[in-house]
């Protein structure tokens, strides 16, 4: 608990509730159109491709790959310990959806574009509703 990073944590509505808390369970889910199959992140009422509101959560399997990311050395905010890596990643299922996030549990040295990631959660007990914020870290290589 002590040692968590500093976080800006998100206010949790009936759209995006699905997102930070299904970490509880160990699953990364997002809302999904039930018409297409597509992928609706931020969440939104209605899928951008077809106009259809019939969405539900979807799980997906987690992995993902490295888009882009930078190794940040200065402390802008109170934040995790330094140096820490920002990345974008890409969700295997919908390459097009692209998630801001960290990369831990390696070096900053290691991280690479194109690199194999899976999600991890990190719990946020608060008062109202606990949150798990979607991280992500290497797929070990056989
Ligand atoms: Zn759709």
Known sequence: MTDLPFRILPQLDDLNRTFWTSGKEGKLRFLSCEECGY????PAPICPRDLSKKLAPRAVSGNATVAT???NHQAWMPGPELPYVVAIVEIDEQPSLRLT???VHCEPQ???????????????????????????EPIPTA
């Open 39 to 42: 992928l609706i992140h931020p």
């Open 69 to 71: 990311f930078s190794i």
């Open 101 to 103: 996030t960290n990369i």
């Open 110 to 136: 290691e991280v690479h574009i194109g690199m194999k990631v899976r999600a991890i959660f990190e719990h946020r007990p608060d008062d109202e509703e606990d949150i798990w914020i979607p991280i992500f």
